[in-house]
C-alpha cells in the first residue's frame, strides 16, 4: 500500500496452545480510519494489544511510518489509546488527565495549559477542566479520554470498544462527532468494535475477523454488498441463506426452483451450495413479465419495525424454504401486503452470492 502508516505482517499470537492471531499481515494507510469488527473473542483485541505493544506477539512484525516497533515497549510506540472504560484518574481533574502525557514528557506549563485547552475545546469540554471525572457523565468521561489520547499529537490513534459502555443515544452521537474529528486531525485511527453498524458508519475500511484470522478487509460498501465469505455475509447485516446444488456455473437450484446467479469459478455442478440474498434485495413492485427469477411466495409472517415491516415469504411448492424481506410501510399498503396473501417476487442476479456449503 502506498503511503502506509502502519504495516504488519505474519502476525501471530498464542495463549499456551490456543492460537489468539493467526499468520495476520495487513497495511493501514496514512489518515486512515480502519475498525476490526469481529464476535467476542475472534481476536481484534489481542492484533490491537499487539499494534500498542501491550501484548507482544509470539511471532511477526510491526512496522509504524517505516520503523520496525515489534519489539519496542508501548511508551517507545507513536500512539494514543482510548479504553472502553475510560480509564481515567479519578483523583485528578479534568485538566491534569488530559495533559498527563504531556506532564510525562516534560513539556513547559504554558504549552501544556494552551494544550489541554485547545484538545477540552475540540472535544466540546471547554469548562470542564476543574472537574473530576466523577462529576462527569460517560460520555463526558469517554470524551476526556479522547482528548487525553490526543494530547501528545501521536501518529496512531487506537480505540478499543469506545463506545460501548455508553447509552444508544450517546453513542449515537459520539460516534459522529470521534468520526468527524478524526477527519478534521486526519489521524491515523484503528477501532476495534463488535458493532456492525458502528464500523459501517465510520470507518473508511473494515478488517472483518474470525477465529483469529481475517476474513475480509474493504471498505463498508464492499463487506455488505460482496461478502467475500458465508462468514462475513451473516455477521454483517441480514441475510437470508437457502440450499441447493449448483445446477451450471451461473444457476443454483433450491428444492426444485432455478436461479440465475453470477458466474461461479472454481465451484463444479452438483456442489452444495448457499445462496444468499439481503431482505433488502428481494424485489416485489413493478415486476416486468420476463424478469428473471421470479418466484411465487406465500406471506407467512409480517413483522413491525419502525421504518419497514419484515415479512417471512414461503416459497410455493416448497413450504420449508422460506426468505425474509423488508418492505416499506408504503409499498405494504400500496400492494395490500398482509400474511396469507400470495405475490410474485424476484431475486435480482447482481444481488445474490453463493458459497460453497
Wanted: with cysteine.
Amino acid at each position: 500500500m502506498t503511503n502506509s502508516h502502519l504495516e504488519v505482517r505474519n502476525l501471530s499470537k498464542r495463549f499456551g496452545d490456543f492460537i489468539a492471531l493467526g499468520d495476520i499481515s495487513l497495511d493501514v494507510a496514512e489518515g486512515e480510519f480502519v475498525c476490526f469488527l469481529g464476535p467476542s473473542g475472534c481476536g481484534k483485541t489481542t492484533l490491537l494489544r499487539a499494534i500498542a505493544g501491550l501484548e507482544p506477539q509470539s511471532s511477526g512484525t510491526i512496522r509504524q511510518k517505516g520503523r520496525d516497533v515489534s519489539a519496542l515497549p508501548p511508551a517507545k510506540r507513536d500512539f494514543g489509546i482510548v479504553f472502553q472504560s475510560y480509564a481515567l484518574f479519578p483523583n485528578l481533574t479534568v485538566t491534569d488527565n488530559v495533559g498527563y502525557g504531556l506532564v510525562s514528557r516534560r513539556r513547559k506549563r504554558a504549552e501544556i495549559v494552551r494544550r489541554v485547552d485547545e484538545l477540552l475545546a475540540l472535544v466540546g469540554l471547554p469548562d470542564s477542566g476543574p472537574k473530576y471525572p466523577a462529576q462527569l457523565s460517560g460520555g463526558q468521561q469517554q470524551r476526556v479520554a479522547l482528548a487525553r489520547a490526543l494530547a501528545t499529537s501521536p501518529g496512531l490513534l487506537l480505540l478499543d470498544e469506545p463506545l460501548s459502555a455508553l447509552d444508544a443515544r450517546v453513542r449515537l452521537r459520539l460516534r459522529h462527532e470521534i468520526k468527524a474529528l478524526q477527519r478534521r486531525l486526519g489521524v491515523t485511527t484503528i477501532m476495534v468494535t463488535h458493532d456492525q453498524e458502528e464500523a459501517l458508519t465510520m470507518a473508511d475500511r473494515i478488517v472483518v475477523m474470525n477465529a483469529g484470522a481475517i476474513e475480509q478487509v474493504g471498505t463498508p460498501q464492499e463487506i455488505y454488498r460482496r461478502p467475500a465469505t458465508a462468514f462475513v455475509a451473516d455477521f454483517v447485516g441480514s441475510m437470508n441463506f437457502l440450499s441447493g446444488k449448483l445446477a451450471a456455473a451461473d444457476r443454483v437450484r433450491v428444492n426444485g426452483h432455478e436461479f440465475s446467479c453470477p458466474l461461479q469459478d472454481g465451484l463444479a455442478p452438483g456442489t452444495a451450495v448457499r445462496l444468499c440474498i439481503r431482505p433488502e434485495d428481494v424485489r416485489v413492485r413493478d415486476l416486468p413479465s420476463d424478469v428473471v427469477n421470479r418466484v411465487t411466495v406465500e406471506v407467512a409472517e409480517l413483522d413491525f419495525v419502525g421504518a419497514f415491516c419484515r415479512a417471512t415469504l414461503r416459497i410455493a411448492n416448497a413450504a420449508d424454504v422460506a426468505v425474509t424481506a423488508d418492505f416499506s410501510s408504503n409499498l405494504i399498503r400500496d400492494l395490500g401486503i398482509e400474511p396469507g396473501r400470495q405475490l410474485d417476487v424476484a431475486l435480482p442476479p447482481d444481488r445474490l452470492r453463493v458459497f460453497a456449503a
